[in-house]
């Protein structure tokens, strides 16, 4: 919350109006449109502070991630999205991940694209956020590095990062849990694997 505080100081938002959402619903924003933007470098230390601060708050990763594709030449449309995001975070400055203790360590994924929605070159945003045990723990928004020529291309290439990320999440998981019982069983004298560990599926990659 304080650094939510801090920014909106730094950047004189206090007395703005709040916004219900960080970006436009269905917006149009494309490179070429509207006048240069006369502080380069105030935009892009904006930006990059939003970056950072996406980093727990997944709410506003998507509208960050469009206004971080203008860093070079940003326009004054560009800077207005910057600080609607800026008046969405004075409604809610203390939000943030709460993670929650659940009996069953459960990993799920959900991902979704909108497909040739750029207006500048025709590619599609897609996007992904992993949860373990309930809780939110991943997420990413980025745009293709090609044109897709169908729905179901698009579909295909975001189902393949999110599930990339599955088995990241698994091996990890994987990877703490042995590590953890085999400290357990070195601290009492043991050295052979244990046998719950030796067939754990969260690492059965068959």
């Known amino acids: 919350m304080t650094y939510v505080l801090d920014l909106q100081e730094e950047t004189g938002m206090m007395g703005s109006k709040p916004a219900n959402t960080p970006i436009e619903l269905n917006h149009c924003l494309q490179e070429p449109i509207g006048e240069d933007y006369p502080d380069k470098k105030r935009y892009q230390k904006l930006v990059g502070k939003l970056i950072y601060l996406s980093l727990t708050r997944p709410d506003i990763a998507y509208a960050v991630h469009v206004v971080s594709q203008f860093m070079h030449p940003p326009k004054i449309p560009h800077m207005k999205v910057v600080e609607r995001i800026l008046r969405y975070l004075k409604t809610c400055p203390g939000k943030g991940v709460l993670f929650k203790k659940h009996n069953k360590i459960e990993i799920k994924a959900y991902t979704d694209a909108n497909w040739a929605r750029s207006i500048g070159d025709r590619k599609t945003t897609s996007g992904y956020c992993t949860f373990v045990g309930g809780n939110l723990v991943t997420w990413r928004s980025k745009k293709q590095n090609v044109v897709a020529r169908s729905i179901a291309e ?53």
Do not use: K
């Open 154 to 206: 698009v579909e295909y290439r975001v189902m393949a990062h999110g599930v990339a990320e599955l088995l990241w999440l698994r091996t990890l998981l994987g990877a703490i849990v042995c590590g953890a019982c085999l400290m357990n069983y070195e601290a009492q004298g043991e050295r052979r694997m244990p046998p719950h560990v030796s067939g754990l599926s969260l690492i059965d990659e068959d």
